[in-house]
């Protein structure tokens, strides 16, 4: 009966509550180091940072080269219908099937649930539940969670989730569709949730052996939850407009 | 009544613990499970009945504040709350909580508590069946372990056998 209960006013209180008492202490004990990680963890950064010191010079390059051939193109800028709140990982859970982080932004700051959660790598997750000062965001390692998302280069779609381990899984891919290792996963038009074009992760092993119509693919996701501290939040307005006519078709469906 | 109020603030305390502290000793992703620890304890300290209850009341508690998936929790603790009533004997309480034994039963419920808890997965195909076998054996494992603890506080002349 519980399972089903979750719309209720009361649970909603109760949920809301739940949310406060743990942000509050996430946050307090947020200073708290793993310690079976923490040596792995210091090796990882100090290796990462002489990558990211070469990747930053590339990237000054590429960058100045990407101004000089927008204006050669003269290529328009994407209208965004979206702005940025945002916050910071106050704690998070990466133990569980429905893992999860803690942000100290909520309701206060105009958090709502089902607003997507991005950092400067890519999507992290969705708002699932909120707080007056804080709020929880599922993230890509969780049960529950799904995304419409193409691959960049050959424009083919699928839906990603995931089923446990360290990779994501991209569903729905005919064995036909060309996908390569490497190629990267962006999310699609077709999510009513997250804005189009976030790079979401990589394909890192494709398996055309399985039975049935669809390849196996798995997708590293391009946010390491272990280091993620800071996030935005975006008032993602989605098409309603879009929305209602999917709806209206659903139901003329239904009635036939 | 004196007593189930000592219970239910140290599940508490113990909630506490698995919140902030537990994520923090995870290896591999795998973490212990302090509070089934605690419902097999009361549930061979009073019988059946009170180990169903602390097992549906600890599963709520966590199924607020650690999952947030309402009813899963509750539903596999309480199911391992009734098990673990099986190896209440009013004349064994001692026995039971202050030897080995009280390992082999935390194993055993633990077991019991995770396969409820993924049965969904398992029956909906809807995560990796080598990820599931791992968190199920690697939970009891780690609980089972985490479980000499109070054996050897509450074993007054460390007799484990």
Known sequence: ?256 | MMLYIRYFITGLLLLALQIVIVPLIAIEKIVPDLMIIFVVYVALKKGQISGTLAGFISGLLMDLTINFVLGLSALSKTVAGFVAGYFYSEAKTSANTETLRFLGIVIFVSMVDNTVYFLIDILANSLDGAEIAKMIIGKTIYTGILSLIPVFITSKETRLL
């Open chain 1, 1 to 256: 009966m519980l399972l089903f209960s979750g719309n209720s006013s009361k649970s909603y209180l109760v949920a809301r509550i739940a949310v406060e008492l743990i942000g509050f202490a996430k946050h307090i004990t947020g200073f708290l180091p793993n310690f079976y990680d923490l040596k792995a963890e210091n090796k990882e950064l100090r290796k990462t940072n002489v990558l990211l010191l070469s990747e930053l010079n590339q990237l000054r390059e590429e960058k100045l080269e990407n101004i000089r051939l927008r204006k050669l193109l003269g290529f328009k800028e994407k209208q965004n219908n979206y702005e940025f709140i945002p916050a910071d990982v106050v704690g998070k859970t990466l133990v569980s099937p429905y893992n999860y982080i803690v942000l100290n932004a909520g309701e206060n700051d105009g958090v709502e649930v089902n607003m997507p959660v991005v950092c400067e790598l890519g999507v992290v997750g969705k708002i699932m539940k909120t707080g007056k000062n804080y709020s929880l965001a599922m993230i890509l390692f969780h049960k529950d969670f799904r995304a419409s998302v193409k691959i960049q280069r050959s424009r083919v779609d699928g839906i990603l989730g995931w089923e446990g381990g360290d990779f994501l899984s991209l569903m729905n891919v005919s064995k036909t569709m060309d996908v390569e290792v490497g190629d990267v996963v962006i999310t699609s038009e077709y999510s009513t949730i997250f804005p189009s074009g976030f790079e979401i992760g990589v394909v890192a092993e494709i398996d055309n052996s399985v039975p049935g119509l669809f390849k196996a693919i798995k997708v590293k996701p391009s946010v390491d939850f272990t280091k993620l501290e800071e996030v935005f939040i975006i008032k993602y307005k989605g098409d309603f407009e879009r929305e209602e006519i999917e709806q209206a078709s659903l139901e003329n469906k239904n009635l036939k």
